[in-house]
């Protein structure tokens, strides 16, 4: 049986462990569930706790569990753990043995060998407190790897072409960007920046604070002060969040969340994409600052990166996809799982120390951009069909992505939908691969929104639908193989463009699948001709006799005769050619 | 065998050799040993070539019966894992489903808990329609059947509510959310329960999240 070395993130708030199996990638979940929070506790009977179970008690027993032991490693203090003192790296052992009994369950053998990863900035002396906790947790550390070397392992950072990587990771809580250099399958990270307190969870603390404000303002009610009403509001800016993400507008609704003055207080708000994104452009804007600042470290310019790679939940938020795509001019990277990702490449890492065969992590993702054309600005100029992507390239499948549009005119009753296929701003240069009308809309002002919604499936079965948002009046069509039309159409406008350049006319020859042996024949026809220039005229009169043979027996199917006289012409080539 | 059994087959014999004429065999020429021992030769290499080939036929369908049996394992280990995927998606799906129950029924009883907490006005001047209070007495009771249906429900499928108020907190089951002082009673009592939690066939299909008291 091969040793099996494991691959794992130990993160500040989170932790995973993953491991290649038959050469795929696989996260072991415990559970059901893939993501152990970094937590260790005492519960009652003095048993150990780690995971969700010590995230549980913490608030009530802060003195009996310990959170985010990452940020302590390397330093000379002890935590204090249910009156033992304890030093981080023992803490960080307990984690690291869960997720080892995790891993060994799921094998059904025992590990006792690890790829840990560690951020790019982390000193020597944080580096070998976490190898040490590895050695107390019965696991002999092979390698340690930084934080983006795994994200790029997990991009295929294996390649041997020499690329340079931007690996932008905002999860729960910390933000961290690395600049690495990829060469010969070795990443070295050339730069890193980040913020130790910035993450998704200020993003929720966002929404929260804009429902509490709009409840205070709608019904006179201060929210703060009831518990229950509190969780449920807390769960509902989460979940607004995560709709964000995908869709231009979150329905915050929440019935009976409290009685006030003897009757009960409904909270219903719709929160916008473009509201949501200006509570947290601060935040965004320093993390742009901080690619600003890893960038000069790197003594690199946006030209210089040939990929971004998106590690980390938080970043499944659409504006900073948006920001990397202004800053950079590319699409970045997330197919891979932005909450794996880092174990993900740390098992890979493990596998190619051992030896062994392992893929690059599979994901299903379109390859081409989907999106509309609207009235809009191109190169600050007023342009009619500019390009607006919703299902962007790259994106792992199935997807669904909805994007807001407003009529263009008072009264409008009707829209036309246009959706292509391609990146270019200009939609007209892009691939139409569907239309429709929605009509019968209010007779309002200009400025009434129509939703758009995109839905890829894995079958490259592309479901558009419009709705009038208002209304709800839909119309919807669905696009087979969206996926592989692109290909025959571009395969269609190029070859025209290129006949266009050799002054052919644009009609498309139509090659028939022909057999082998008449292949065979029209490549000997090829050959012979080649050498007319130095063979005598007799040879030349017996290959033009047989050439001509060979093409009626073509035409005229003869299939006995023409293997007759491609042997003969065969054999005249091989009398020239020796 | 009695005497004249045997010469009654000693005279057939006898009338045979007399009958048949023996000259071609007299008069062939003796055979050529050496062109019999070649063809002996001959005739053995052929018969071990065809042995061979045989053996060689054998040992194909052995390899043969080799790879069936080989695929039927795979196939039979290949139809077993996808039966427990099978399974382990039904569960997953059956666990989803049971969730958003559980998440209707809380919104229905945060409602029946207002309604509960009506008081018709009683005052000396002022006195609720008695309509007003049938109807919503009568709607009170319509919201308790429906709510008592979803508990059914919920059982049916082996999902039981946590009991938390006056427990100790019991990590496994709750999540602390908020905590409150009360000296009069123990450090780790759960006071309130901010949301329900449930249990699904004895695994915790949700947390509940509770006000625990901290001395």
Redesign the interface.
Known sequence: MNEIIIGIDLGTTNSEVAIVENGQVVVVAD??KKILPSFV?I??QGDI?VGE?????????PERTVKSIKRLMGQDIQVDLAGHAYAPQEISAIILKRLKAIAEQYLDQPVTKAVITVPAYFSDAQRQATREAGEIAGLEVVRMINEPTAAALAYGGDQVEQKRMLVYDLGGGTFDVSVVNIEAGVVEVLSSHGDNHLGGDDFDQQIIEYILDHLLETQGVDVRQH??AL??ITRAAENAKFVLSDEPYAKIEE???L?HE?A?IHLSLELSRPDYEDMIEDYINATIDAVHIAMKGAKLTPSDIDEIVLVGGSTRTPCIRERLYNEFGFEPHSEVDPDLCVAMGAAIQATMISGQEVNAVLVDVTPYTYGTSAIGYMNVEYYPFTYVPIIHKNTALPNRKTEAFVTNHDGQEVVNITVYQGEDPDALNNIKIGEFLVEGLQDVDAGNVITLTLALDLNGMLHVSAQEKATGLEKSITIKNAISRFEHGALDTARQRINKLFGQNETIRVVKNEAPEVVEARKLITKAEALFDITSNEDKEDMIDLIEDINNCIEAGLDDRLHESVAKLADIIYYLES | MNDIHKNSLLEEFQTYLEQTDLAHIISAEQPDLSTLLSEMAGLRSEVKAESRHFKTTLDTLDNALTTVQTANKALADELAAHSEQLQQMRS?TLRMLLLDIVDIYD?LS??F??LQ??HPVSSLFNHSKKQDIRFIKSFKEGQSITLKRFEQLLQRHNVSSIDCIGK??D??T??????DHDPKLDN?IVI?E??KGFLFEN?VLR?A?V??N?L
Do not use: F
């Open positions: 559970n059901n506790g519960d009652d706790l179970t010590a995230r549980n008690q913490y608030l009530v027993y518990s229950k969780a449920r019935e009976y969340l009685e003897g009960a | 997953e919104r945060a409602g808990g207002v907490n009506y100790l907190l990590p496994r709750m999540s602390a959310v908020e905590i780790g309130d901010l949301r695994h947390l999240e006000k625990v901290k």
